[in-house]
């Protein structure tokens, strides 16, 4: 965190001054290490096991918070019979398909409640196969919301001993995550883990809680979503959510990245985590609102109809009426999955003819930057909207495939567009941290030359393309015609940032109030009568008040800082703050108390905006069959799930498993020593010539690459490194790609301080500096001695930036996450030798000789279901005659 | 030329009427995190020009050492030490300060205890300052709030200030002659321009962790004397300040610092003292010949 968000750290580092424990989980040692005060390298990649071992941990000594469990969350839930744990069935949990690398979840489902609609994981209503959400990457609508699970009767056992109840099936799954399984693993001494442990179960509690910080370390996985559930599970067994000083946060990889999934730039989410509706299921707009607000569901979720109009009504006025069912027809639907790395597989069979590369340098920042620049030669144009001229716009003439051969200027017939980019200094808006805070940001100076705001180009684009449909009677034109697409602009052509937040906040359109701007989401109608942009985000400009524009310091108000910038939703700094109650309402302690129930004034109060339905008593139990927030009872603290609780098990919503198990990365040295399964069952692999994988152990040829390597970013530089190697300022602070090795392993293979390292995969050779370093640590991981190669990943190849040097993305393959389409790009295996890598063709022939040598073909590493003598295993896939040419 | 010996206020030394009270920085390293912003803050405001794009390879530092284009520098130090000493109370013997190549002592295995010390350096702005004694053309002068700040306009490159800096700060620039002030002696103003408007200087606004604070000397000495008997409490007994006595042979530093270990081990001389503290003796030193050659009968 110190590293890569230092401004941010500050309250790290003022948390400790006041007595903060602080403990640093990473393979690397960094800036944050050598302040905290504890450092526990790890295994890339093999966090679940660590997060694992503390679940485990927390049952064994019975160090949970017992109240808090039983009240708030799913721990007394009792499961179906037929539901099966990995440990039954080698690896996977019940309902698995070998075939389509997909689950059939209803078996995780609680005992009773049967699936209404479909939600991630179900597919009763829509008959939306596994295969089809896996493909829309169906996992993220739940950023804003819990999934679905309709309102029959759950059966509980509060003594939490029935053995299928969720407290139990937790303690089964979790009994191997001993501290010996996690130094195996992990290879973290059990001496150290147990420390760990202590601080942890020792800071949670009625007085005291802890919170978890993480980053791209954990989201950057084949499993990245099962990590994030492991802390989730840690935080609500401990007690740690929803009250202050708790919680799971994520530092997001740039500023406002929290915006762009919020308003997304995703291909499968509209604004507010609403769904992108699919061609098939989704033909009218009742078809797509009965999948994702089910009138029969408890909950918030309830009102996505409202929510959904409103949006419609932002995007097409006056055009969106209840007769043509609001413009939904004016919505592209997903035909499949269109996430960035299936666009540029597309791309390479010329499938998509134009690119818009928006403060983003694929070329570098994306995994397997071979791939990502050879698909963009594929292109008919491509569009590069940078501060600078990012490699991703002159990999054409100076990228790596120039040299080796692959690629001839004169052969690209990528016509490329490039931009100049107005800085964050240089125009007006929103950043959206990673606490869901809005803060306004002026503009301080013009933009030089020719350089605008994203704001103002797509603002531009959008006239001109209008311009020229202009009178078109063509139906396939009224969506861009008929959307709403006037702003006020400033004597340089700049559209009002004001005006867009207004927009996105919402307006009344009809009646005593019309003209007026929303105070709350609660305000909007499913008739057509409101409008906004992203329902979350209404509220940001209640009372004619831009509320993300305010700075009152901290020190002239109370320690939640409610009038500094403004939060989703409803301006609440801490989501589900219900539980930092007791079920009575009262705080759980004096030091800890938050919000709770006034009993004379019949409603809940407290420091921040109560997280809950204002006057409902805790003692409120809904009737039977009572749906949306009236389904929810008084002591149900997680209003946006279908059942009010936090889930240690996740019956539904999860592609991958209701519960964390650890499997091995796509590429890993090390046999999973839980079971068979090596890795995630579900990821989604592509067997393609140009993305071989490593063989991981188990296979043949897996000593060929017995390291394990990392990426990062270095405090100097940012990401890809488009805003900082052009910067002098910067670039003389980190000049020079390098890797970070420890001394054994340099002693191994005979690398030199400050000499060179060439650093190979199946997909290409790349050479850096060598760096060794105390701060990198051998593991023990059973009886394996386990080297990890550190890399910064912020240089590329290419002739414009003030420093250069191979690109460390360049390394990886495209294997993907099921939930959420993310690359697993923080770990792989990788060799490493002395000397510089070879130039030009000898490059290819180098990496051919080591594909040879490993005996890589399409299918190596890529067997979903492994251990299973059922499933055909890796020998008969390798003598499939499309094995081909590995080349 | 300003005093040479003992305590003094050194803006009415130089002959200020009513100065405002002495500026100057108190770098607290044990809460430094090594981001650096001290030194592009600092490059952004002046106009200092980039240093050299080289790779060093010590540690994170490549920045290297103080000179006329780096006026902040933010050491790292890599040592087998334990952790987080900060805050945890019971006491280690620490040993000397170690030199050792990584993996020279501990079983890789077992390597857990290990610490990465970082510091920000920076022009100490002497009381007795002898860049400012030895420039002969006054380019080198005291400002009312006692720092040390040299006037471009009026340096004409003599380099006189350079050796007689005991802390190897002073340097001139080199560089083509489209630089920026080249050949010209160069160091931190305390962003002279910054405080007279009553502003921050700009690494002190840039640090994240308040480990560089801006202040007035009196008052920074006091807080730096309370951070070190917290530290020295909390079983932190290798804390020490450095630059901060009045008596030391600078006569105490406008700009000092907390260190974790000995100054050495951070690129810090351990006693520096002015160059110029000698001068009387010196010069009667060269006189002395002289007037016995004087003396000698015709």
């Keep these: ?887 | 030329m300003s005093s040479l010996l003992g305590p003094k206020d050194p803006a009415t030394g130089a002959g200020w009427g009513n100065p405002p009270p002495r500026k100057g920085f108190f770098t607290d390293t044990s809460v430094c995190i090594g981001c650096k912003a001290c030194e592009v803050a600092c490059k952004e405001w002046n106009g200092v020009p980039e240093d050299g794009l080289t790779f060093l390879g010590s540690s994170y530092d490549n920045t290297g050492a103080l000179g006329a284009s780096t006026w902040r520098h933010v050491a790292f130090i890599e040592q087998p030490l334990p952790l987080g000493r900060q805050d945890d109370t019971s006491a280690v013997d620490l040993g000397m300060p170690s030199f050792d190549l990584p993996g020279a002592t501990a079983d890789p295995l077992v390597r857990t205890d290990f610490r990465w010390l970082m510091s920000s350096d920076v022009c100490k702005h002497c009381t007795h300052a002898a860049c400012l004694d030895v420039c002969p053309t006054g380019s080198l002068f005291r400002t009312e709030f006692g720092t040390v700040v040299v006037q471009d306009d009026i340096c004409n490159g003599c380099g006189y200030c350079v050796p007689a800096c005991p802390f190897g700060v002073i340097d001139r620039r080199i560089g083509d002659k489209n630089t920026k002030n080249v050949g010209i002696a160069q160091k931190c103003t305390l962003c002279y321009d910054r405080i007279g408007d009553g502003q921050t200087p700009a690494c002190a606004q840039a640090c994240p962790t308040e480990s560089i604070q801006f202040g007035d000397v009196d008052e920074l000495r006091q807080r730096a004397a309370a951070r070190l008997a917290t530290l020295h409490e909390n079983g932190v007994p290798e804390a020490r300040l450095y630059g901060e006595n009045p008596n030391d042979g600078v006569g105490g530093s406008g700009a000092f610092f907390l260190l974790l270990d000995e100054p050495e081990v951070y690129g810090l001389p351990p006693d520096p003292v002015v160059t110029t503290a000698h001068i009387r003796e010196m010069w009667h030193m060269a006189g002395a010949p002289r007037r016995r050659c004087w003396s000698v009968p015709r």
């Excluded at chain 1, 004379?600 to 069959?625: C, I, L, M």
């Design chain 1, 1 to 887: 965190m110190a590293e890569c968000h230092p401004v941010g750290f500050q309250w790290v580092m003022a948390a400790k001054k006041r007595g903060a424990t602080v403990i640093h989980v990473d393979p690397r040692f960094t800036r944050t290490s050598a302040v905290s005060d504890m450092h526990v390298p790890l295994r890339a990649g093999s966090d679940i096991a660590f997060l694992g071992g503390i679940v485990n941990y927390i049952l064994t000594t019975e160090t949970y918070f017992r109240d808090y469990v039983l009240a708030y969350t799913n721990a007394s839930v009792i499961l179906r019979e037929d539901f099966r744990d990995v440990d039954d069935l080698d690896g996977v949990f019940s309902g698995y398909d070998p075939e389509t690398g997909t689950y059939d979840t209803k078996t995780w489902h609680y005992e009773g409640a049967e699936p209404d609609s479909a939600a991630p994981g179900e597919e009763t209503r829509t008959n939306e196969s596994a295969h089809s959400q896996k493909e829309r990457g169906a996992g993220h609508e739940l950023g804003g919301h819990g999934a679905n699970m309709g309102v029959g009767e759950i059966r509980r056992d509060p003594t939490l001993q029935h053995p299928r109840c969720v407290f139990q099936v937790l303690k089964r799954h979790y009994a191997r995550y001993t501290p010996e399984m996690v130094q195996q693993v992990c290879g973290v001494p059990p001496e150290q883990f147990r420390q760990v442990c202590e601080a942890v179960t020792n800071n949670s509690g009625r007085e005291r809680t802890t919170a978890w910080v993480y980053s791209v370390g954990w989201t950057h996985h084949t499993v990245g979503v099962q990590y994030i559930r492991g802390s989730a599970i840690i935080q609500l067994l401990l007690g740690n959510m929803g009250r202050p000083g708790g919680g799971i946060m994520a530092l997001r990889g740039h500023a406002s990245i929290q915006g762009s999934t919020d308003i997304p730039t995703l291909f499968n989410l509209l604004p507010g985590y609403l769904p992108m509706p699919t061609v098939d299921a989704h033909e009218t707009l009742e078809d797509y609102l009965a999948t994702i607000s089910s009138p029969n569901q408890k909950g918030f979720w309830t009102a996505a109809d409202a929510y959904t109009t409103s949006l419609l009504k932002a995007y097409w006025g006056d055009a969106a009426t209840e007769e043509n069912d609001f413009a939904f027809d004016y919505l592209p639907k997903l035909t499949g999955d269109h996430g960035t790395y299936q666009t540029v597989m597309d791309m390479l069979e010329d499938k998509v003819e134009g690119y818009f590369v928006i403060g983003q340098n694929p070329a570098i920042g994306s995994a397997h930057g071979k791939m990502q620049r050879l698909a963009m030669a594929h292109l008919k144009w491509l569009v590069v909207r940078d501060l600078n001229l990012i490699e991703s716009a002159t990999f054409w003439k100076d990228g790596p495939e120039i040299e080796t051969g692959e690629l001839k200027t004169g052969n690209i017939g990528t016509e490329v567009f490039f931009f100049p980019a107005a800085s964050h200094v240089e125009k007006e808006g929103t950043f959206t941290q990673t606490h869901r805070m809005l803060q306004w940001r002026h503009k301080a100076v013009e933009p030089p030359g020719d350089c605008q705001s994203d704001l103002q180009f797509f603002y531009t684009l959008g006239r001109k393309i209008r311009e020229r449909l202009a009178g078109s009677t063509l139906q396939r034109d009224r969506p861009v015609l008929d959307l709403t697409w006037s702003y006020p602009v400033d004597e340089h052509g700049e559209p009002s940032g004001d005006a867009v937040l207004r927009e996105i906040n919402g307006y009344h359109l009809t009646g005593d109030k019309a003209g007026q701007l929303l105070k709350s989401f609660t305000e909007m109608k499913a008739d057509g009568s409101t409008s906004g942009g992203c329902w979350i985000y209404t509220g940001v400009y209640a009372d004619g008040v831009n509320q993300a524009d305010r700075r009152k310091p901290g020190k002239d108000q109370n320690w939640v800082a409610a009038e500094w910038g403004w939060a989703w939703p409803a301006n609440r700094r801490t989501l589900y703050n219900r539980a930092s109650a007791d079920p009575e309402g009262r705080p759980w302690s004096e030091r800890k108390a938050y919000v709770w129930w006034d009993a004379e004034a019949g409603k809940w109060t407290g420091h921040d905006v109560p997280d809950f339905v204002a006057d409902k008593d805790p003692s409120y139990r809904p009737p039977p069959g009572a749906s949306g927030p009236e389904g929810l009872a008084g002591d149900d603290p997680f209003i946006m799930q279908a059942d009010g609780k936090g889930w240690l098990y996740a019956p539904t919503g999860l592609l991958d498993g209701p519960l964390p198990a650890h499997y091995e990365p796509q590429e890993s040295p090390v046999l999973n020593p839980l079971y068979a399964q090596q890795s995630n069952p579900t990821r989604q692999v592509f067997r393609r010539k140009d993305n071989l994988q490593n063989p991981s152990a188990g296979e043949m040829g897996s000593d060929v690459f017995p390291y394990v390597f990392t990426t990062y970013r270095l405090a100097e530089h940012h990401t890809a490194g488009g805003m900082s190697r052009w910067v002098p300022y910067l670039s003389e602070l980190q000049p020079e790609f390098f890797c970070e090795i420890s001394p054994e392993l340099a002693a191994e293979r005979k690398l030199e301080h400050l000499g060179w390292a060439t650093i190979v995969t199946a997909r290409t050779a790349i050479e850096a500096r060598v760096l060794v370093t105390d701060r990198v640590v051998p593991l023990r991981a059973g009886h394996k001695i386990i080297h990890q190669i550190g890399l910064p990943y912020h240089w590329g190849v290419g002739g414009n930036a003030l420093v250069s040097g191979d690109a460390a993305n360049d390394l990886f393959g495209v294997t993907l996450d099921s939930n959420v389409h993310i690359q697993e790009s923080k770990v792989a295996s990788c060799d490493i030798q002395p000397g510089r890598r070879p130039r030009g063709p000898a490059l290819l022939t180098y990496v051919q000789e080591y594909r040879r040598r490993a005996g890589i073909t399409i299918f190596t590493g890529n067997e979903l279901r492994t251990g299973d003598p059922g499933s055909g295993g890796a020998a008969a896939l390798m003598n499939d005659a499309s094995m081909g040419d590995p080349a």
